[in-house]
Protein backbone atom coordinates (compact mmCIF):
# COMPACT_ATOMS: atom_id res chain seq x y z
CA UNK A 1 0.00 0.00 0.00
CA UNK A 2 0.98 3.82 -0.77
CA UNK A 3 -0.49 7.22 -0.16
CA UNK A 4 0.72 9.96 -1.55
CA UNK A 5 -0.44 13.23 -0.24
CA UNK A 6 0.31 16.74 -1.96
CA UNK A 7 -1.32 20.10 -1.89
CA UNK A 8 0.26 21.63 1.04
CA UNK A 9 1.90 25.00 0.63
CA UNK A 10 1.91 28.79 2.45
CA UNK A 11 -1.23 30.58 2.52
CA UNK A 12 -2.67 33.70 4.40
CA UNK A 13 -5.16 33.55 7.00
CA UNK A 14 -8.75 33.06 5.27
CA UNK A 15 -7.08 31.63 2.30
CA UNK A 16 -7.89 27.83 0.69
CA UNK A 17 -5.94 25.02 0.00
CA UNK A 18 -7.14 21.85 -1.27
CA UNK A 19 -5.21 18.46 -0.36
CA UNK A 20 -4.87 15.18 -2.68
CA UNK A 21 -3.92 11.77 -1.64
CA UNK A 22 -3.40 9.23 -4.08
CA UNK A 23 -3.51 5.23 -2.98
CA UNK A 24 -2.19 2.34 -4.39
CA UNK A 25 -2.40 -1.45 -3.71
CA UNK A 26 -5.26 -1.54 -1.91
CA UNK A 27 -9.49 -1.42 -2.77
CA UNK A 28 -10.67 1.37 -1.61
CA UNK A 29 -14.19 -0.03 -0.83
CA UNK A 30 -12.54 -2.01 2.02
CA UNK A 31 -11.08 1.04 3.60
CA UNK A 32 -12.23 4.26 5.31
CA UNK A 33 -9.71 7.17 4.44
CA UNK A 34 -8.62 9.85 7.06
CA UNK A 35 -6.41 13.40 7.30
CA UNK A 36 -4.73 13.68 9.95
CA UNK A 37 -2.14 16.82 11.65
CA UNK A 38 0.77 17.29 13.81
CA UNK A 39 1.63 20.83 14.54
CA UNK A 40 4.95 21.76 15.86
CA UNK A 41 5.15 20.21 19.54
CA UNK A 42 1.78 18.87 19.17
CA UNK A 43 0.10 15.57 19.15
CA UNK A 44 -0.83 14.42 15.93
CA UNK A 45 -4.91 14.72 15.60
CA UNK A 46 -7.59 13.75 13.58
CA UNK A 47 -8.98 16.26 11.54
CA UNK A 48 -10.98 14.64 9.26
CA UNK A 49 -12.38 10.95 7.94
CA UNK A 50 -14.86 9.80 5.28
CA UNK A 51 -16.26 6.05 5.39
CA UNK A 52 -15.25 3.64 2.57
CA UNK A 53 -18.59 4.26 0.35
CA UNK A 54 -18.55 8.06 0.99
CA UNK A 55 -21.50 8.14 3.17
CA UNK A 56 -20.20 8.76 6.54
CA UNK A 57 -18.05 11.74 7.40
CA UNK A 58 -16.32 13.29 10.59
CA UNK A 59 -14.50 16.28 11.65
CA UNK A 60 -12.43 17.71 14.41
CA UNK A 61 -14.71 20.09 16.19
CA UNK A 62 -12.30 23.27 14.96
CA UNK A 63 -12.47 22.61 11.53
CA UNK A 64 -15.88 22.03 10.97
CA UNK A 65 -17.46 24.43 8.48
CA UNK A 66 -14.40 25.38 6.98
CA UNK A 67 -12.72 21.56 5.66
CA UNK A 68 -14.36 19.13 3.44
CA UNK A 69 -13.53 15.72 3.03
CA UNK A 70 -14.17 13.52 -0.12
CA UNK A 71 -13.23 10.88 -1.79
CA UNK A 72 -13.49 9.10 -4.90
CA UNK A 73 -12.78 5.57 -4.98
CA UNK A 74 -12.32 5.07 -8.96
CA UNK A 75 -9.21 7.04 -7.96
CA UNK A 76 -8.50 5.67 -4.76
CA UNK A 77 -8.19 8.99 -3.73
CA UNK A 78 -9.57 11.25 -0.55
CA UNK A 79 -9.71 15.30 -0.88
CA UNK A 80 -9.26 17.65 1.49
CA UNK A 81 -10.91 21.06 0.77
CA UNK A 82 -9.69 23.69 3.27
CA UNK A 83 -11.62 26.56 3.56
CA UNK A 84 -10.91 30.53 6.14
CA UNK A 85 -7.43 28.68 7.02
CA UNK A 86 -6.36 30.33 10.10
CA UNK A 87 -2.89 30.28 11.76
CA UNK A 88 -3.55 27.48 14.11
CA UNK A 89 -3.79 25.01 10.85
CA UNK A 90 -0.46 25.36 10.24
CA UNK A 91 0.79 21.42 10.42
CA UNK A 92 2.04 18.64 8.34
CA UNK A 93 -1.60 17.03 6.99
CA UNK A 94 -1.44 13.00 6.96
CA UNK A 95 -3.72 11.04 5.03
CA UNK A 96 -4.20 7.53 6.55
CA UNK A 97 -6.36 4.54 5.80
CA UNK A 98 -7.95 1.12 7.44
CA UNK A 99 -9.63 -1.48 6.85
CA UNK A 100 -13.85 -0.84 7.74
CA UNK A 101 -16.77 -0.87 5.95
CA UNK A 102 -19.78 1.87 6.45
CA UNK A 103 -17.99 4.21 9.10
CA UNK A 104 -15.04 5.92 10.74
CA UNK A 105 -13.06 6.99 13.22
CA UNK A 106 -10.71 9.60 14.24
CA UNK A 107 -8.85 7.50 16.07
CA UNK A 108 -5.18 7.32 14.82
CA UNK A 109 -4.34 4.12 16.36
CA UNK A 110 -6.91 2.48 14.39
CA UNK A 111 -4.90 3.40 10.87
CA UNK A 112 -2.79 0.70 9.23
CA UNK A 113 -1.26 2.50 6.57
CA UNK A 114 -0.17 6.26 6.35
CA UNK A 115 1.08 8.95 4.02
CA UNK A 116 4.29 10.71 4.51
CA UNK A 117 3.11 14.21 4.89
CA UNK A 118 2.32 17.19 3.43
CA UNK A 119 2.94 20.60 5.43
CA UNK A 120 0.46 23.65 5.59
CA UNK A 121 1.63 26.98 6.71
CA UNK A 122 -1.01 29.62 7.09
CA UNK A 123 0.23 33.20 8.20
CA UNK A 124 -0.92 35.94 10.13
Known amino acids: VQLQASGGGLVQAGGSLRLSCAGS????????MAWFRQAPGKEREGVSCVSSSGGTTDYLDSVKGRFTISRNNAKNAVYLQMNSLKPEDTAVYYC??????????????????WGQGTLVTVSS
Open 25 to 32: GFTPDFYA
Open 96 to 113: AIYSVIGLCELDDNEYEY
